[in-house]
Nanobody, 114 residues
Framework: QVQLVESGGGLVQAGGSLRLSCAASGITFSLNVMDWYRQAPGKQREWVASITRGGTTNYVDSVKDRFTISRDNAKNTVYLQMNSVKPEDAAVYYC????????WGQGTQVTVSS
């Protein structure tokens, strides 16, 4: 059974930093591309960042140079370091893996105070 469990969300001041974590189980983590998505109230879920098994990263333009996705294959964990956070970054952040089926975590809320 695939499980993705996010943590690390919370309240952050604009300009501040936050690190999200996602612990995976039930998949061969080291082989998988891992993604972060986010969904703000009233908006569609949006892809934020991805990291391949080899460590190649990609980002949506709005977070480039501010967010960093990384992974620790020994811990089956993917991270999202969020720096210089903006009010528009407020959303529920979801970890996701695709193994032929798309799996999602339960999400972690990021709230930004301005």
């Amino acid at each position: 059974q695939v499980q993705l469990v996010e943590s690390g969300g919370g309240l952050v001041q604009a300009g501040g930093s936050l690190r999200l974590s996602c612990a995976a189980s039930g998949i061969t983590f080291s082989l998988n591309v891992m993604d972060w998505y986010r969904q703000a109230p009233g908006k569609q879920r949006e892809w934020v960042a991805s990291i391949t098994r080899g460590g190649t990263t990609n980002y949506v333009d709005s977070v480039k140079d501010r967010f960093t996705i990384s992974r620790d294959n020994a811990k089956n964990t993917v991270y999202l370091q969020m720096n210089s956070v903006k009010p528009e970054d407020a959303a529920v952040y979801y970890c996701s893996a695709y193994t032929g089926t798309r799996y999602w975590g339960q999400g972690t809320q990021v709230t930004v105070s301005s």
